[in-house]
């Protein structure tokens, strides 16, 4: 149970913060703009000594959740799913801003609720390199699709298609330069894990580089298991009773870009992976689909990558059989 008293909800839109909060026995609302100057409005009126509780609002959040911070008072910031259930567990009815507010108050004087803290410099920029990078390769991909269209019509236009494969060519430039300054940056901040992680038969420098920033540093993960699931990677059942018999499949929550790089590299593992290659063709064995097989190879390479950077110790091929003579 939270104990503290103060609380504030505040529910995050683009242009404005719809706050909640209780400085007697009924609960208060006011609405101060999305700015700097709504930012310490906000701390005048509720001071510095309460707890903040917010949404993770795609990045309209961060400009207030810094400005507290900054300014001493404590946040914390919620996955948007889990207020919801909350929500839903106490049947609350309707929605508004001014709803929300209170709800994400109420939350806050219930729930014990885990500390925010700003992500250190180095780390915002690699990931708003990753994403300018993510988001160039989509418009890569967009221009070739439309390339390749227009050369298998009839009648081309010269200009249209010059154009296009300018276009291509810049923008396959800037890819490299986006992922050239990302890899830099990450194996600068990273610079003991990232050798040890491109020992791993399967995983290079920029597979290395991805993991190691979504998963910023193995910092704050106990075991592999919450890597797994925090990659989207552990499987869903979903049965109940006699009538209810779902087919079992991964969760594909949390990241989708280093899940599907990790996909990638399974099929590599596979060849120069000892320990992948013999759990894939166990399974394989078992009349186990293809696909699956490749899926218990993405969680080996986590479990691998986990112990590996944890231990300091790079791969070793025949670790177990040391390990068993060792015993």
Not at 76 to 96: C, D, W
Not at 178 to 207: D, F, H, M, N, W
Request: hydrophobic share 40%; with cysteine; aromatic share 6%.
């Amino acid at each position: 149970m939270q104990t503290t008293s103060r609380v504030v909800g505040v529910d995050v839109s683009k242009a404005t913060l719809a706050v909640c909060h209780q400085p007697g026995s009924s609960p208060q609302h006011l609405e101060v703009r999305n700015t700097p100057a709504g930012f310490r409005e906000l701390v005048r009126r509720c001071g510095t000594g309460s707890l903040y509780v917010l949404e993770a609002t795609d990045t309209y959040y961060l400009g207030v959740a810094y400005h507290l911070v900054a300014a001493g008072a404590e946040v914390a910031v919620l996955n948007p799913v889990v207020v919801r259930r909350f929500i839903q567990m106490h049947l609350g009815k309707g929605k508004s801003d001014r709803k929300d507010a209170q709800w994400l108050l109420r939350f806050g004087q219930q729930q014990a609720t885990p500390r925010w803290q700003p992500e250190e410099q180095a780390l915002v920029e690699c990931r708003q390199l990753q994403q300018a990078a993510e988001l160039l390769i989509r418009q890569q991909t967009m221009i070739r699709n439309a390339l390749e269209a227009l050369l298998h019509q009839p009648l081309v236009c010269a200009e249209v298609r010059r154009q296009l494969q300018r276009t291509l060519r810049r923008l396959e430039q800037q890819v490299q330069h986006l992922e050239a300054a990302l890899l830099a940056r990450v194996e600068q901040r990273y610079a003991a894990e990232v050798p040890l992680l491109c020992s791993i038969p399967g995983i290079g420098r920029k597979t290395a580089a991805l993991l190691l920033l979504f998963a910023r540093g193995f910092a704050g993960l106990d075991n592999y298991r919450q890597l797994i699931a925090k990659a989207g990677l552990c499987p869903h059942e979903y049965t109940s009773g006699t009538s209810v018999r779902g087919q079992t499949r991964i969760t594909k929550t949390g990241g989708n870009l280093i899940r599907s790089k990790r996909y990638l590299c399974s099929w590599s593992a596979c060849r120069a992976n000892a320990a992948c290659k013999a759990l894939y063709e166990r399974l394989v064995a078992k009349g186990k689909h293809k696909k699956l097989a490749l899926i218990a190879v993405c969680n080996k390479l986590l479990k691998q990558a986990f112990a590996i950077v944890r231990s300091g110790v790079a791969y070793q091929p025949n670790f177990a059989q040391k390990t068993v003579h060792m015993t």
